[in-house]
Structures are given as structure tokens and as C-alpha cells.
DNA sequence: TTATTACAGAACTCTTTGTTCAATAAAATT
DNA sequence: AATTTTATTGAACAAAGAGTTCTGTAATAA
């Protein structure tokens, strides 16, 4: 990729994701966008459809990352699917997002972000269902899995919204603890 | 109120419903609303400030009526919120959502509905709030009680959603049952 | 060095928003 | 029934944003 491609891509992504840190995705228009970053109109519109695919592409990026992450941090001979205890999948979701990463919990904080939480329930379901055979009691075994699939991906989602709205004062261990008593 | 206000007002919430089942909040324009319900440019904007604010009182016309209705059903003697079960309080919010308002079921279905689900949660914390004690076993008490109503909400709307996104098949009872058991 | 590719910036069309105003019709008041 | 008040109409209007097109220029690749 040319670095001329590279750069400008980067700014608009800055200059976007300061915007929301700010204000409602609905709210933020390609003018402003283009005027923090310090680009071209028609430049945008190289890159970038729409306001919707900046966001769209955005939010894969940003998962990209975050899952990468997870990946390093974790055991590199297996994968971050297979762990053994599911605290530990969820444990190291949690601490990730408190470590870095204000673009996504600016994501969680703002009004306007189902599309980004579309996407963030999206790659939840595969982790979820990975681990929903630990979770199967007795108890639970008369639920349809999707609807546990959806309300433990519901919950996790809920869970950081509450923690995030709240100021993040509890650590990511009591948070684990909280998200694990509740499911 | 002015017959001819409340035949506008009707209007322009019918047309408004109709296209909130059709595309997403922020696809529709004032155009089309006001093509729809057949009224003046002006006359909407008599009502209305902006097309949020119409959202915003749609919202709350759908709340009352949806908790004027549970009262009704309920016994009349008691609050709904005095009720000896926690079931029964979820059965006839279920049972409501079955009934009627295909309205209520659009929001739950479209994709840009923050600020109703908004309105919905804000509701809905002052009757989890009074039901709390009822859930609160050894296991919960460690748990900050805002953290708890904040679960027992998004349980709730997850539990809808995937109730109306997978058609309803499911009857209220099942659905009640459903969501005791994940919490 | 040459050819390719990306960017700047301006001008432009189109859509939507929200406002204004005079004319008209319905409702309330006397 | 006559008069006053109020709601609606419809058109025209300005302002803002979206998305496109074009030419000249600078950076990159061959």
C-alpha cells in the first residue's frame, strides 16, 4: 500500500474517531471529518464510500486489532478458543479493554453504535459458542442454544456498557467476576 | 386539544410508524412523512421541532399506552408493582408485546433504535428495581445492586429482541420462562 | 527519466432541512 | 349567526450537507 495511501487512511481514522469520542456518529459530517484531518473532499471519497463504510471499516480494523492482541497476549500453542477455563477468554477481553484502546470504549460510551455493536455481537457469537458447553447445566439444557448463545453475548455486552458508563473503576478481574456470577 | 391537531398528530405518527417498519430511523426524511400522512411542509413542523423530537414523543405515547394496558389487565386493587410473583410482572409485559403494537415490535426489530431501547431501559429500572429483592439469593449479594438491575434490563432486551428477530413463535409463558431461567 | 498513482482544491448538482408568509378553512367564542 | 381565534395549506426561500467531476501538482514506482 502506497504511503501516501497509508497516511492519509490514518488521518481520516484520527480525525474520525476524535469526532465520536465527541459527539453522535449521526451528528459528525464528512465536512468536519475532512477538516480535522486536513484532506482533500474528493480525497475522502477515494477512500471511503460513505460515512457508513469509514465506520464499518473502522470497527473491522479496530476488532482486527483487538483480537490480535488477545491472540499475542494469550498462549501461543493453542488457540484462544480452546482455553481451558472460560474466565480466562473473558478475563483477557476485559483487561485488553481497559489496558488500551479509548477508540473502542468511545464506541461503547456513545448513543449511536449499533452497527458497531452489530459487529462486536458478531464476533462474540463464534466465542461464545465455543465455551457455551461449560455454561450447559442441567438447568439450562431445556433453553434453545441460540437464546443462550444471545443472552450470554447480551449479558457481555451489557457488562461493559455498565463498566464503561461507571468510569471503569473496578479492575478487569472483579469485572470477570461480576459478568461470570451473572451467567 | 384542536380535533384538526389530533388528526395531524395521527397522522403524521401512523405514517411515521409505517416507515419505521419499512427502513431505519435515519433513512426516512420529513418528506416522505409528510407525503405519507398528506400535510403541509409547515404543519409538520408546527408539531414537531425536528424529526428526533418526533421520534422522542412516539416513544413515550407508546410507553404509556403499553403500561396503561398492563394495568388495566392487572388487578386493579394492587400497583403492577406490588405483585407477589416477579413472573407474573414479565408475563404480561410479554403477554402485551404478543397481543398488539406491531409499533413497539418495529422499534425492537429496526436497527436504529437507541433511543427508544433508551426510553425503554429508563422504564423499565423502576420495575426491576422494586422486583429486586426477589432475586437477591447469598450468591448475588456481593454484586453492586446498580450492576444487577443494569443485568436484569439488558436480559430483558436481549430476550425481546431475539423473541421478535426469530418471529415469535414462542408463546409468552415459554418466553417468561426463558428469561427466569437466565436470570 | 518516465509513467503511474494519489492528492488538492475548487466548482458544481442534488437532496434535505428548517423557516417564512399570505391565503384559506375549521373551530371556538360571543 | 356573526366574529374571533387557531390550524392548515402551499409555495417559496436560505442554508447545509452529500457526493461528483475536473484540472493541476506532487509523490511514488518502473
Not at 471529518?33 to 475522502?44: K, L, N, P, V, Y
Request: aromatic letters at 12%; a negative charge.
Amino acid at each position: 500500500m502506497d504511503r501516501r495511501q497509508r497516511k492519509t487512511r490514518e488521518a481520516i481514522f484520527k480525525a474520525f474517531t476524535e469526532l465520536l469520542s465527541q459527539k453522535d456518529f449521526s451528528q459528525i459530517t464528512v465536512g468536519e471529518i475532512i477538516e480535522r484531518a486536513d484532506i482533500g473532499r474528493a480525497t475522502f471519497y477515494a477512500h471511503f464510500e460513505t460515512k457508513d463504510f469509514l465506520l464499518k471499516e473502522l470497527c473491522e480494523e479496530l476488532f482486527c486489532h483487538l483480537f490480535d492482541s488477545m491472540h499475542k497476549e494469550n498462549n501461543h500453542h493453542r488457540h484462544i478458543f480452546d482455553c481451558d477455563a472460560p474466565s480466562s477468554v473473558f478475563l483477557h477481553l476485559f483487561q485488553h479493554l481497559m489496558k488500551n484502546d479509548n477508540n473502542i470504549l468511545g464506541l461503547f460510551s456513545c448513543r449511536n453504535n449499533e452497527l458497531f455493536l452489530g459487529y462486536f455481537k458478531e464476533s462474540l457469537v463464534q466465542l461464545v459458542q465455543n465455551q457455551i458447553d461449560l455454561f450447559d447445566s442441567e438447568k439450562n439444557k431445556k433453553l434453545p442454544e441460540s437464546f443462550l448463545v444471545n443472552h450470554i453475548v447480551a449479558t457481555l455486552v451489557g457488562t461493559i456498557r455498565w463498566w464503561v458508563d461507571n468510569g471503569m473503576k473496578e479492575s478487569p478481574e472483579t469485572i470477570t467476576e461480576y459478568f461470570l456470577a451473572v451467567i
